[in-house]
């Protein structure tokens, strides 16, 4: 696993939430990767995309309210999450692109 998500948690709805997103190594830089996220019962869905010139793409479902920044110095790269909607409820991953093995996610919980 390359890289880890974290920073999940339960927040209302209309809320935020920042997730973080670390490489498990140190010799590890991350370039152009994705966030993912995966709702109960569901498939894993893209959400946001960071591409290796700094672009970054986001879902139509996303689009408006999530935000992707990097933190070059520390290696980690952030989606702030904005007016959460329950359906925004899933387990959030992040993954470099081209894909590496998958961490264990982050849950995210919006509470109505």
């Known amino acids: 696993v390359q890289l880890q998500a974290s920073g999940g948690g339960l927040v209302q709805s209309g809320g935020s939430l920042r997730l973080s997103c670390a490489a498990t190594?140190?010799?590890?830089?991350?370039?152009?990767m994705a966030w993912w996220r995966q709702a109960p019962g569901k498939r894993r869905e893209q959400v946001a995309v960071l591409a290796s010139d700094g672009n970054v793409f986001y879902s139509d479902d996303v689009k408006g309210r999530f935000t992707v920044s990097r933190d070059n110095a520390k290696n980690t790269v952030y989606l702030q999450m904005d007016s959460l909607k329950p359906e925004d409820t899933a387990v959030y991953y992040c993954?470099?692109?081209?894909?590496?093995?998958w961490g264990q996610g982050t849950l995210v919980t919006v509470s109505s």
């Open positions: 190594r140190s010799n590890i830089n991350i370039g152009a």
């Open positions: 993954n470099t692109l081209p894909y590496s093995d």
